[in-house]
Structures are given as C-alpha cells and as structure tokens.
C-alpha cells in the first residue's frame, strides 16, 4: 500500500487544519489508516486510528487531541482524513499517515506502510 499525505501548514492557535491521507488500492485492503506525529526532539506518536472490526468502523484517538481531532474516511475514494480544531501550538510536529496491518493498531509496529510526513505548524 502507498500512502500520499497532504494539507499541512501554517496556523495560529484556535485554527483549523485538514488533513489528507490517499491510500493506493482498495479500502479492503486498509482495514485501518491512522494518524501518528513527531515533534522536534520527541517519538513519534500516535494520534487517531479508524478502523473496523466484527462491530463494525471504530475511532481511536490519543488523550491530548480527544474533542479537537476528528478522523474520517472515505471508502470509496480509501482516503483518510484528519480534521483538526481549536489546534494548539504543541499540536506542532510532523504528522504521518500509516496503514494498520494488525490489531489493535496502536502503535507503530501495528501499522505497515507510511506515508511521507507532512508539516502541522501552530504559531501562537
């Protein structure tokens, strides 16, 4: 699976971002797109999963962005995307979409392709 992340940027705090992520292939073979970050000097983490399972699509997000985050998908088009509100300037960092390859895709080792990173700047 090749993954192609866009819609990074500059804002200022309060603001608003929406994240792209196009996934080659079928939906079907994307159980799982997520969402990790990496600031300067710091791991790369995980912010939002959509994924499905017997109970059918469900959302996973990280404590520091639950209320401000919103991730989606478009099955149809196997974009994910990353609705981002009220940002904050520590939501800076370098943001990476992934494709789960397996449960319960929650961190790295869970996810088996990468897109390339895309720049999230918040000033404040």
């Known amino acids: 699976v090749q993954l192609q992340a866009s819609g990074g940027g500059l804002v200022q705090a309060g603001g608003s971002l929406r994240l792209a992520c196009a996934a080659s292939?079928?939906?079907?073979?994307?159980?799982?797109m997520g969402w990790f970050r990496q600031a300067p000097g710091k791991e790369r983490d995980i912010v939002a999963v959509?994924?499905?399972?017997?109970?059918?699509?469900?959302?996973y997000y990280a404590d520091s962005v639950k209320g401000r985050f919103t991730i989606s998908r478009d099955d149809a088009k196997n974009t994910a995307y990353l609705q981002m509100n009220s940002l904050k300037p520590e939501d800076t960092a370098v943001y990476y979409c992934?494709?789960?390859?397996?449960?319960?895709?929650?961190?790295?080792?869970?996810?088996?392709?990468w897109g390339q990173g895309t720049q999230v700047t918040v000033s404040s």
């Open positions: 992934a494709a789960g390859t397996k449960k319960p895709y929650r961190s790295e080792s869970d996810f088996g392709s």
């Open positions: 292939g079928r939906a079907y073979d994307t159980p799982a």
């Open positions: 959509a994924y499905w399972d017997w109970g059918g699509s469900r959302t």
